[in-house]
T-cell receptor, first 114, second 111 residues
Framework: KQEVTQIPAALSVPEGENLVLNCSFTDSAIYNLQWFRQDPGKGLTSLLLIQSSQREQTSGRLNASLDKSSGRSTLYIAASQPGDSATYLC?????????????FGKGTHLIIQP | DAGITQSPRHKVTETGTPVTLRCHQTENHRYMYWYRQDPGHGLRLIHYSYGVKDTDKGEVSDGYSVSRSKTEDFLLTLESATSSQTSVYFCAIWTGNTEAFFGQGTRLTVV
């Protein structure tokens, strides 16, 4: 069974710090990996999508990397702000045709202290 | 949000009653999905659709059925709601460039 694991489950850091969220997956034959943000009581907001042929993607202060050989992805957040507080989810797509959908990790709950 | 609307946004229902949740998209995407999100379990796939009248089961499909009679609408039905189906339900679509987008969710409480 394909599994996605996120470590740590929770993280609290002071404002301004750079931080890394980790995501590991059990099957290197992924089609792509997507990072989401979820605010309490809200839906999922797509942050970054990394195709299997890519090694990283950047959007503003966010940078996501993908290493298929080691089964790992990281989300780097630069100069963290209180508004970054949320749960961050990574999800792997294992089927190029869209069947079976995304396999999700359980998320990292991030708190940025003002 | 890729034009995804879920309805209702909140619902309280009694055990044993049927419940239908609706997902509507405005962008004509082929693939649509229903997930449930529960503490300790994360997001799990219930059913998905790859076209009109084409659907298949996901990881946690027992007690649920789906229908897709039009490209834009994907319905999730709980035939006889149970307390274990109390959850937050999310609809998602998969775009041509492989990015997935989610609706705002439906919070369902079965009492």
């Amino acid at each position: 069974k394909q599994e996605v694991t996120q470590i740590p489950a929770a993280l609290s850091v002071p404002e301004g710090e750079n931080l890394v969220l980790n995501c590991s997956f059990t099957d290197s034959a992924i089609y792509n990996l997507q990072w989401f943000r979820q605010d309490p009581g809200k839906g999922l907001t797509s942050l970054l999508l990394i195709q299997s042929s890519q090694r990283e993607q950047t959007s503003g202060r966010l940078n996501a990397s993908l290493d298929k050989s080691s089964g790992r992805s990281t989300l780097y957040i630069a100069a963290s702000q209180p508004g970054d507080s949320a749960t961050y989810l990574c999800a792997a797509l294992y089927s190029g045709g869209g069947a079976d959908g995304l396999t999700f990790g359980k998320g990292t709950h991030l708190i940025i202290q003002p | 949000d890729a034009g995804i609307t879920q309805s209702p946004r909140h619902k309280v229902t009694e055990t044993g009653t049927p419940v239908t949740l609706r997902c509507h998209q405005t962008e004509n995407h082929r693939y649509m999905y229903w997930y449930r999100q529960d503490p300790g379990h994360g997001l799990r796939l219930i059913h998905y659709s790859y076209g009109v009248k084409d659907t298949d089961k996901g990881e946690v499909s027992d007690g649920y059925s789906v229908s897709r009679s039009k490209t834009e609408d994907f319905l999730l039905t709980l035939e006889s709601a149970t307390s274990s189906q109390t959850s937050v339900y999310f609809c998602a679509i998969w775009t041509g460039n492989t990015e997935a987008f989610f609706g705002q969710g439906t919070r369902l409480t079965v009492v």
